[in-house]
């Protein structure tokens, strides 16, 4: 037979709030998408077909915008966007194709300095259509994207050109 030591009722009390909250913690800290060594490190892509596998995580709103209130002219606009490292300067080429305000189409070219740089930005353009295409381009501000959060700087900057140019 085995005996256990009798445990006074506020201590188990006090070991099961411990344990919900490290619970609710670890909730809070779970992120969707894929984790960084799972995503594609292709050097360009053209939409509207993305052949990504997996989903990169990234930020853009989903709303469109009627047809019959365009506030862009139809079209395909390329910018360039810049944004600093910690090692550099880096620039990207962003075009899209805009259909009523929705971007149909994307496409991301860069010109690494660093390693590391050509590293995420591979990650960022192979992830970027999926989460762009599709969207309303005045809702689209991109954070992060497959792990890659300094290119979508750049992006953003680019896009706030084309939109410059489109209206």
């Known amino acids: 037979m085995i005996r256990t030591a009798a445990v006074p009722r506020p201590v188990r009390i006090g070991v ?14 779970s992120t969707t998408g894929t984790p960084e060594s799972d995503t594609t490190t292709d ?20 709303s469109a915008a009627p047809a019959d209130d365009s506030a862009y002219a139809d079209g395909t606009y390329t910018a360039e966007g810049s944004y600093a490292t ?36 591979g990650r960022f353009i ?22 890659s959060s300094l290119t979508s700087g750049g992006f953003n900057q680019a896009i706030d050109t084309i939109k410059s140019e489109a209206a």
């Open 16 to 29: 099961a709030a411990v344990g919900i909250a490290g619970a609710l913690a670890l909730a809070g800290c």
């Open 86 to 121: 910690p090692e550099s300067v880096e620039t990207i080429v962003v075009t899209v194709t805009l259909q009523d305000d929705i971007i149909t189409a994307v496409d991301v070219s860069g010109d690494p300095q660093k390693s590391e740089s050509a590293e995420y930005q």
């Open 126 to 147: 192979g992830g970027i259509a999926e989460v762009v295409v599709g969207q309303n381009i005045d809702t689209i501000s991109v954070s992060r994207v497959a792990g």
């Open 43 to 62: 050097a360009t892509t053209t939409t509207p077909a993305p052949t990504a596998s997996s989903t990169p995580d990234a930020t853009a709103s989903e």
